[in-house]
T-cell receptor
Framework: DGGITQSPKYLFRKEGQNVTLSCEQN?????MYWYRQDPGQGLRLIYY???????QKGDIAEGYSVSREKKESFPLTVTSAQKNPTAFYLC??????????????FGPGTRLTVL | EDQVTQSPEALRLQEGESSSLNCSYT??????LFWYRQDPGKGPEFLFT???AGEEKEKERLKATLTKKESFLHITAPKPEDSATYLC?????????????FGKGTRLHILP
């Protein structure tokens, strides 16, 4: 079955540590996205990538970094510079970028908690 | 400023009690409006895409409609398994790329 996988499902981090969230897709989609979801808030875009070896900052990129070395993979690193990293992180993909009507497919999410 | 506002924030209905969720938007050049369903602790699941005013789409007990300023998600004779958060998102042009703006969602609870 094709889909998006995120790991781990739950992640605990101590203050001052960097952590990397995994996102893998086998849908053969070109574009991938990272969102952050906080209680009572809409999804906010962190980074997106429309093609391998290229990515752009979203609305809240500060304190985060990404790489896109393979079409299937788009890992997100939450650095110690992110002041409030506790949140639910969602990875998504679309076949060919945000052309009209290109709905996003989402992974199951990773809940990050800073201790 | 482009915005997406969903109302109500939360809605409790009895099983079988039909109702509607609202998504109002202020964007220039709407290229698509999406509805998603999200269960607690899970990723959003795609429901519908609407492109132009007057368009309607249906899936089981759900029907989505679109006007020039808002979209409605109508739920007919809901069942407890329809309980979830329903998210609305709009797609609009932004420089060389499109942007997607999500609303905060409506939490729907169907009582048996």
């Amino acid at each position: 079955d094709g889909g998006i996988t995120q790991s781990p499902k739950y992640l605990f981090r101590k203050e001052g540590q960097n952590v990397t969230l995994s996102c893998e897709q086998n849908l053969n989609h070109d574009a991938m996205y990272w969102y952050r979801q906080d209680p009572g808030q809409g999804l906010r875009l962190i980074y997106y990538s429309q093609i391998v070896n290229d990515f752009q900052k979203g609305d809240i990129a500060e304190g985060y970094s990404v790489s896109r070395e393979k079409k299937e993979s788009f890992p997100l690193t939450v650095t110690s510079a992110q002041k409030n990293p506790t949140a639910f992180y969602l990875c998504a993909s679309t076949p060919t970028g945000l052309v009209p009507g290109n709905e996003q497919f989402f992974g199951p999410g990773t809940r990050l908690t800073v201790l | 400023e482009d915005q997406v506002t969903q109302s109500p924030e939360a809605l409790r209905l009895q099983e079988g009690e039909s109702s509607s969720l609202n998504c109002s938007y202020t964007v220039s050049g709407l290229r698509g409006l999406f509805w998603y369903r999200q269960d607690p602790g899970k990723g959003p699941e795609f429901l519908f895409t609407l492109y132009s005013a007057g368009e309607e789409k249906e899936k089981e007990r759900l029907k989505a409609t679109l006007t020039k300023k808002e979209s409605f998600l109508h739920i007919t004779a809901p069942k407890p398994e329809d309980s979830a958060t329903y998210l609305c998102a709009v797609q609009a042009p932004m420089n060389r790329d499109d942007k997607i703006i999500f609303g905060k969602g409506t939490r729907l609870h169907i009582l048996p």
